[in-house]
């Protein structure tokens, strides 16, 4: 927590948060925030644990939450003592909802080198296991020219590199005039700043990478070589289960079709461990699509109900297994992530610095950086040795 707000959850939070607190400090009243998650119950939790610890930093402020969690269920958060009032995610940026006066335009914090640009908010889709469409509503895109403006400032203020972010930031554009598609707004954005160094994406649904993305992901040399898919699950029935929209055999492709087009490309994925009615061989899909997608940059999400849901309603598997095989998917990506590290070793990467004495390539690769260098400094680097998962 830095400056009243305590953020969690998605990057998307993260750079809403950036406003808010901007927003808080021109309040009437000393004002602190909880910017809450809902992705899963033990997120719900954290939020909970993280108001009472903001209360009993600030014991005279006021308190409010927002986020996910506070959104879809207002009444647990108004319940607790030590909260002062909920505000809903569709007016967490408007400045009546803190009492003040005037929206600043979102800068980059002083405490990160890399802007986070939320690009629209919501979802239409209907995974099974998921809640933030209740917590979020339907997708929402900000228009080229809103995103345009935003990087502007970012760029203004020193920014080096621009995150995209989203609910389903690959669902860019479909509520918008004419339909455009993601890849449009990111050649808008290359096209309207041509001395922005450094564009990354977060996560994307492979099923909605449009031509032109894939072309710019690929052949763009400004555009990070590190894709994220929102994969969650390594076998076909799962998959169906959940919802999703592709199968095993598109996610492997897509990800062999990346790396054939652009080598140096990091994969990284979400996967759920323990979705309901996995069985042995459900899982032991899920350990082996780390392989066959190359995935090193992994998040590993233990299933754990969210009521609403239809997953919720769906045969459970027992919480201690399901621990037990998120630790083996972890295992398999740790694996994975060491060996693409330990080739890295000996190349020359160029790294952005950040202000913890660390950066990261462009494939997203963890660096220690000389003593001395400045945080948002872009500098050329070739290490010799890994460290604790970090390369120096």
């Known amino acids: 927590m830095t400056d009243g707000v305590v953020t969690l959850g998605c990057r998307l939070n993260l750079a809403e948060s950036e406003t808010i607190r901007s927003l808080i400090a021109g309040a009437e009243r000393r004002t602190v925030v909880v910017n809450s998650c809902a992705v899963t119950a033990e997120a719900v939790r954290q939020s909970r644990r993280a108001v009472r610890r903001l209360r009993a930093a600030h014991p005279d402020a006021r308190l409010l939450v927002t986020g996910c969690a506070a959104t879809i269920a207002p009444e647990d958060f108004t319940a607790m003592p030590e909260v002062d009032g909920v505000v809903a995610n569709a007016v967490k940026l408007d400045p009546a909802a803190w009492k003040v006066r005037a929206t600043p335009l979102p800068a980059p914090s002083a405490r990160h080198t890399r802007a986070f640009v939320p690009v629209q908010t919501g979802c239409d889709h209907a995974c099974t296991f ?32 621009v995150v995209l972010t989203g609910v389903d930031v690959t669902g860019w554009g479909a509520d918008l005039p004419g339909a455009p ?19 990354r994406l ?17 052949g763009e040399a400004r555009i990070m070589p590190h894709v994220h898919l929102s ?58 699509i780390v392989a066959d997608c190359g ?10 109900p969210r009521p609403g849901t239809p997953a919720a309603r769906m045969p459970q598997v027992p919480p201690p297994i399901v621990r037990e095989r998120a630790a083996e998917v972890r295992a398999a990506v740790a694996a994975m992530r060491a060996r693409w590290l ?20 462009p494939e997203f690769a963890p660096y220690r950086l000389p003593e001395g260098t400045a945080p948002g400094d872009i500098v050329m680097l070739q290490p010799t040795r890994i460290r604790e998962g970090v390369l120096e």
């Open 130 to 161: 998921c809640i933030i469409p209740a917590g979020r509503g339907k997708s929402l895109s900000q228009p080229v020219s809103e995103v345009l403006r935003v990087v502007e400032g970012h760029l203004a203020s020193g920014a080096r590199e």
């Open 181 to 199: 598609r993601l890849g449009d707004l990111v050649a808008a954005i290359l096209a309207a700043f041509p001395a922005l160094p450094r564009l």
């Open 342 to 361: 330990e080739g890295l070793i000996g190349r020359k990467r160029e790294v952005l610095a950040e202000r913890d004495g660390t950066g990261h390539s």
């Open 295 to 304: 995935i090193v940059h992994g998040h590993v999400f233990p299933y754990s």
């Open 202 to 218: 977060s996560s994307l649904d492979g099923v909605e990478i449009d031509g032109l993305l894939f072309e710019l992901i690929t």
């Open 231 to 288: 994969l969650q699950a390594g076998h076909d029935l799962t998959l169906k289960r959940m919802k999703r929209r592709h199968t095993r055999a598109e996610a492997v492709a897509l990800s062999e079709r990346l790396r054939r087009a652009r080598p140096e490309i990091a994969i990284g994925a979400d996967l759920i461990a323990g979705f309901p009615t996995e069985d042995a061989a459900m899982h032991a899909a899920n350990l082996a």
